[in-house]
Each structure stands twice: as C-alpha cells, then as structure tokens.
C-alpha cells in the first residue's frame, strides 16, 4: 500500500495574512506580535501582504478573525494573553475565544489559529512570549503558513 503524505512547509504562492492582537495584556502581546512578524518575515511573506486588527481583549478575537478571513485573507493569526485570576473569568474569556476560532477557521475553510496564551500568572506568559527564545507566536505563525500550505496540496475551494 502506497501513502500520500503532504507535510508542505509553506506556501508556494503570495499569501496574505491577517492578524487580531488583543489590547488587554498588551505588553505580552507585542511580544507575541514581534515574534509572528519575524516567522512571517523568515518565510518570504510581504509585509504589505499582513494586516493587523487591534480589539479590546481576547473575547473580541474571533469576530475580527472572522472579518480578516471575509475580507480575502489566506489565513488569520489570533494573538493575546488571558491570565487566570482569583474569579472563574479566565475560564469562560478563554473557552469561547478557542472555541470561537475554531469555528471562525471551519466556517472560512481557512486556518484561524489561536495563539492566545492562557497562563496562572504574568511570569508564564511572558516566559511564553520571550523574543529570545520559545515565543508562541513565532510558532503560531510558522504553523499558519504550514496549513495554508497544506489547503493548497490538499486543494478543494474553502
């Protein structure tokens, strides 16, 4: 028996890539933010080809993922940090934000890939978000362009 496998690591083609960064927690996701630019920067993607959408908080990232991939984006990166406090906040900010993603994603036919830390403290997330070395959303873009370039070895319209 002979397998097809299909494991491209990034596009062929011009893509274009949206971005929603939360606001709240800010300082974390700049750093975040820093780190998906220079994925995305490593891998040939055109600056003029990004877009960035700001919103208030993590909550607010599915629908902006939403417009970004309803406005032509190949694939969208959802950035920002919530960070567990002493109410159950955390658990519902978190929960619908993924949940929303991963329905924004199917919906589109596209990948909305979350990349929202969700630590038990500050120091975890900017251990999470380091620009030296780990940082999630240098991973989340580079796993982006890896799906996007997947759709298209797959092929089949979205």
């Known amino acids: 028996m002979s397998i097809t496998e299909l494991s491209p690591d990034r ?82 900010v978190a929960g619908e934000c993924a949940s929303g993603l991963m329905r924004v994603g199917l919906d589109h036919g596209r990948p909305a890939m979350f990349g929202v830390l969700t630590t038990d403290t ?3 997330a900017l251990e999470r978000a380091s620009v030296d070395e780990g940082n999630k959303g240098y991973d989340v873009a580079t796993g982006l362009l890896q799906m996007i370039a997947l759709g298209d070895a797959i092929g089949g319209a979205p």
């Open 11 to 92: 596009p062929a083609r011009r893509v274009r890539i949206g971005i929603a960064a939360a606001r709240f927690n800010q300082f974390i996701t700049d750093q975040l933010l820093e780190g998906a630019q220079d994925a995305l920067q490593r891998s040939g993607v055109d600056p003029a080809d990004i877009t960035l959408a700001w919103v208030p908080g993590a909550y607010e990232l599915p629908l902006a993922a939403d417009r970004l991939l309803a406005a032509g984006c190949d694939g969208v990166l959802a950035l920002g940090a919530v960070i567990r406090g002493g109410t159950p906040h955390f658990d519902y």
């Open 122 to 124: 500050v120091e975890q």
